[in-house]
């Protein structure tokens, strides 16, 4: 009674957002723990600013990119538009692979012919293949994960409903392997103590530890999978970063991973295109199903039924990308993010913190023994103004360590060292 006079009592608007469907919610969404971990800093960034209006902040929180996209691959970008306003040049929908002249770009430059065109297939970006993988696979795989790993792994096999309800005490979800990576074990996963599942999510670098798996590693992992029969979706969309010559930029430089792996990967970090939306998976065609499928046939169906094609303008960007200008750009864009992650790194250092990653990858890893992430979070925003990412979000694994992105202007990492070295006065914030 009470809530019908509430209703006549309330505006027409009101009366509407009240109501309720009959339809049922999906119940692997309320499952889902929190909101999203972005929006999360979002939020708590926007609180600081509400109570603090003027503090200049310096985000090396989210991994966005920030610097321009070079010339050569913004023209490629621009004549793609361009193009379109054009008799002879107008395209509407694409094949839902992707242009084929970008695919064979991709394969011979970017995989030096290790894999064939018709194996890649272009998207509007790792996220969203990543949650088409899933739509492949479907509810009834179980999974593996980093521990920490980038949220969309578990969040998606959540959705897919491969997973059971989160344990409260352990933050971990029934069905996950949880593969813990920390300093005790050079940020990989002890596989000899790791059990068999379907799927084996693997990003390097990785984000966010900022860990590239070595080729040894890799190896191991390629091995461990082929024994137990699983598939790795391997997430390399930080390959770029990686300058070691013994850290494989791709898992399918490794003997025998065509038959076990499978690669997303990305402009976003490459050449800013974060916003602009282009990607790639590289799904070998010798790679199959229990029952002689190739996982390839299943994904181009999902590509050409759930998507229509990544946009032919973010298309001709990619090919602008590739060719020798676009490459010999790239490496200077990531040239610069590499030294905003040294000076990040030394700075870090030079405070007797135990930092981590950010060698091979545009992320560092700080570790503060005993503290919670949250904690150290909040102290850097309020000592500092500056905006890291708590691990705990990442996994439970992450619970002592925050995240720091070179994704960022010079200026600003520099001003964040300077701004961290005077709060914490040449000493580890104390547990
Ligand atoms: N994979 C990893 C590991 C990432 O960190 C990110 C973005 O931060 C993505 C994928 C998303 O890539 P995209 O912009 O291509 O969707």
Known sequence: VARHANCRASSPLRRFLAMHTRVPRNENFSKLQGGYLFPQIAQRRREYLEKHPDAALISLGIGDTTQPIPPHICAGLTQGAKKLATKEGYSGYGDGEGLYALRKSIASRLYGD?????EVFVSDGAKCDIARLQMVFGSEVTVAVQDPSYPVYVDTAVMTGQTGRINADTRQYAGIVYMRCDAANDFF??????????????CSPNNPTGAAATREQLAELVAFARHNGSIIVYDAAYAPFIRDPAVPRSILEIDGALECAIEVNSFSKYAGFTGVRLGWTVVPSALRFADGTPVAKDFGRVMNTAFNGASNIAQQGGMACLDDEGLAEIEQLISYYLENTRILREGMESLGFSVYGGRNAPYIWVRFPGRSSWDV???FLEKCQVVTVPGAGFGPAGVEYVRLSAFAPREACQEAVRRIQTAFGGRPADP
């Open 377 to 379: 979070f909040t102290e």
């Open 114 to 118: 290790r894999i064939r065109p018709e």
């Open 189 to 202: 996963p002890d596989l000899s103590k790791t059990p068999r599942t379907d799927l084996i999510f693997f």
